[in-house]
């Protein structure tokens, strides 16, 4: 009977280990160890009261914007849509308020990205950016690109992917954040792209 005493905790430990194994936040590196310095979920557009006034919504090409949405479960969220824009080409940028980084111990970037109807990311897809000289003017900024875990062509429709973490380390200072959506008209490249909890510690 003594046996028993140690073969439960064995099993629980390996019961759990493989629940751990198994966690989305292992996907994401997450901020439990250090301050979070930037956060924006986007709840406050389930409110309608979302102050889009410090970030920058600009249109390079065609007319389409970013803008606010939310699920059937009360998720607020930013997307960006070209279905029906009536134009072959939608290029839109979403850019956070400035950041200061010095400000962070670790200088990481997380966030969460899902697609809904993107069929090909040839011509429709989603890109990350950051710069440390923008002043409002998307083409006069120095933007270095950043890759990311990204929902995929053909997968779930609204499905999130956590980024995982972007190493920011070679930043010092103010930064800015963007998201770039490139798609059009085109049934073929008319799918949408949306971002949420973005979080910089």
């Known amino acids: 009977m003594k046996k028993l ?9 390996t019961f759990a280990s493989i629940f751990t194994a198994c966690s989305p936040e292992d996907e994401q590196e997450l901020p439990q160890h250090n301050k979070i310095i ?11 009261t979302f102050d889009e006034t410090p970030f920058t919504n600009f249109s390079e090409v065609g007319t389409k914007e970013w803008f606010g949405n939310k699920d059937n479960r009360g998720n607020g969220y930013y997307e ?40 090909n990311d040839t011509e429709n897809y989603l890109e990350l950016f950051v710069s440390n000289n923008f002043t409002g003017d998307v083409a006069a900024a120095n933007w270095v690109k950043f890759e990311f875990k990204k ?31 490139t798609g059009g008209t085109a049934n073929a490249n008319a799918g949408a ?8 510690f």
């Not at 930037?38 to 309608?48: I, R, S, W």
């Open 151 to 181: 929902p995929q062509p053909n997968s779930k429709n609204y499905e999130w992917v956590n980024s995982g973490g972007i190493n920011l380390a070679q930043f010092s200072g103010n930064i800015h954040i963007a998201f770039k959506a």
């Open 193 to 200: 792209y949306m971002i949420d909890n973005i979080k910089v």
């Open 80 to 119: 960006f849509s070209p279905f029906q824009s009536g134009q072959p080409l939608n290029i839109g940028w979403f850019i956070t308020p400035v950041i200061n980084l010095d400000q962070a111990n670790a200088k990481r970037l997380t966030f969460q990205s899902a697609q809904h109807h993107v069929i």
């Open 38 to 48: 930037y956060l924006v979920d986007f709840q406050q557009v389930v409110e309608g």
């Open 5 to 13: 005493k140690y073969i439960f905790p064995i099993a629980v430990l």
